[in-house]
């Protein structure tokens, strides 16, 4: 089952947004499951600008995240 999570909402002066979400499971399995389906929603809604990134049962999203800042928040907030 899901164990709890972390987000963060941005919007740039232009109103352009970015979300970060952490999320954590209870086992990898979860964890997979989870990032499987918001791989899934993103490219339903047409979002290409999605990563979504794995470590044991923890997960990050980031959404409209700039692809240079991605690397800087995942050693943050990705537990390796």
Do not use: C, H, K, M
Not at 26 to 36: P, V, W
Not at 44 to 66: H, W
């Amino acid at each position: 089952g899901w164990g709890g999570d972390r987000f963060a909402l941005y919007e740039n002066a232009d109103g352009a947004t970015a979300l970060v979400l952490a999320t954590i499971w209870d086992d990898e399995d979860e964890a997979q499951a989870f990032a499987a389906a918001y791989r899934r929603a993103a490219r339903a809604r047409g979002r290409s600008d999605v990563t979504v990134e794995l470590s044991g049962p923890s997960v990050l999203v980031q959404e409209g995240v700039p692809e240079a800042a991605r690397a800087a928040i995942e050693s943050l907030l990705l537990p390796r």
